[in-house]
Structure formats: C-alpha cells, structure tokens
T-cell receptor, first 115, second 114 residues
Framework: GAVVSQHPSWVICKSGTSVKIECRSLDFQATTMFWYRQFPKQSLMLMATSNEGSKATYEQGVEKDKFLINHASLTLSTLTVTSAHPEDSSFYIC???????????FGPGTRLTVT | AQSVTQPDIHITVSEGASLELRCNYSYGATPYLFWYVQSPGQGLQLLLKYFSGDTLVQGIKGFEAEFKRSQSSFNLRKPSVHWSDAAEYFCAVGAGTNAGKSTFGDGTTLTVKP
C-alpha cells in the first residue's frame, strides 16, 4: 500500500528558532499533500494544501509566514515552523494523495515541543 | 459548509462485545465519508470509505459502516471487539472523491475492558 513518512518523529526546539518537518511519499507520486495540526484529545485541523510546484493554499486563520510549506517534488513536502513559540507545540500530521487515488494516506506525525 | 458530529467522546466496551460508533454529517450534496483509526502518537489509518453504491461498506480489521442518507449518518460497527481495537476513531466527510480537504469529527476514544 501507499506509505507516507515524516521526519523527524519528534523534535524539541527553543523558542524563537525554526524547525523543518519533512513529509515523503515513499512508493507513489503525490500531486497533493496536506498538513494538519492536532492538539491533544482533539481532531485534526487542516492547515494547508500543498501542490507540487506551486504555492501552498492556507486555511483561514493559518499564518503563511509562520508555517512555510514547500512542495518541491512529487514525493516531498516540507513544513517549516518559523520563530517557534510554545503555543506552536503540537502534533503535526501530513497526508498525501495522487491524481488516481481516492483516499489520502497519512504520515505517522511529528510531535513538536517548543520550550 | 460540511461538518461532522461524533456524539460520543468516549466509549468503553468489553472485549468480545459488539461496538457501534456514531457519526452524523452535514453536507449539501452526495457526501464522501471516511472512518479512520489513530493509535496513540500515530498517524491515521483508513478503515473504510463510502462514495456510492452499496450503503453497507466493509473495511479492514473486521469493521463495517452503514450509510443512511435519511438520518445523515455513517455509523461504524464491529461485531466483536478485540483489545487491540482500543484507539481514537475519526469520522470524516469529503467534498469529493478527492479525499483531500476532508472535515473531521472530534473523534471517539474507544477503551476495551478485558
């Protein structure tokens, strides 16, 4: 089946620094990737939609300058949390679909803790 | 706008007992419905999906769900729960066969008693 990986699986960073999270589709080409944020015991909130070779589309209320998304290839999308603050601590999950698929495949998530 | 309601925040069942997790959706057109399972600290795994056709959908791990348009529901069922089924379950509604941009419910936590 389709596999999506994320790296790192967890990261701790200091307030004010930036951290990059990678999302890779391992065995298929992902025309579209999605980035979600999940707070403890809560549902997934879509942050942005990332299409290969074009700018990401952000959901309302998501700061595009704070959460930089790059989808440079059909197998890789990155989310960079810039100038991170403790309130950015969360579980970030990516998913990927390709043109021929009718379901999205989720990565295992990245736990970000900002101290 | 589409929305999903999972009325039960937490459900506890005994191992071997049957399970039903409720999901109600709101969507103006034909909904595309999904059930996902999430184990602690993990991403989501698709259990099953409904796009059209037979309203009773079979999924992985022995789960099934029934789409009832008249009730705007898509409840998940399993006849006999195993301890390994303990997890968080999310119902989602999509705006098309492109499963992206789905709206997720708040989830139901399933605890399985021995």
């Amino acid at each position: 089946g389709a596999v999506v990986s994320q790296h790192p699986s967890w990261v701790i960073c200091k307030s004010g620094t930036s951290v990059k999270i990678e999302c890779r589709s391992l065995d298929f080409q992902a025309t579209t990737m999605f980035w979600y944020r999940q707070f403890p015991k809560q549902s997934l909130m879509l942050m942005a939609t990332s299409n290969e070779g074009s700018k990401a589309t952000y959901e309302q209320g998501v700061e595009k300058d704070k959460f930089l998304i790059n989808h440079a290839s059909l197998t890789l999308s990155t989310l960079t949390v810039t100038s991170a603050h403790p309130e950015d601590s969360s579980f970030y999950i990516c998913s990927a679909i390709s043109g021929g698929l009718t379901e999205q495949y989720f990565g295992p998530g990245t736990r970000l803790t900002v101290t | 706008a589409q929305s999903v309601t999972q009325p039960d925040i937490h459900i506890t069942v005994s191992e071997g007992a049957s399970l039903e997790l409720r999901c109600n959706y709101s969507y103006g057109a034909t909904p595309y419905l999904f059930w996902y399972v999430q184990s602690p600290g993990q991403g989501l795994q698709l259990l099953l999906k409904y796009f059209s056709g037979d309203t009773l959908v079979q999924g992985i791990k022995g789960f099934e769900a029934e789409f009832k348009r008249s009730q705007s529901s898509f409840n998940l069922r399993k006849p006999s729960v195993h301890w390994s089924d303990a997890a968080e379950y999310f119902c989602a509604v999509g705006a098309g066969t492109n499963a992206g941009k789905s709206t997720f419910g708040d989830g139901t936590t399933l605890t399985v008693k021995p």
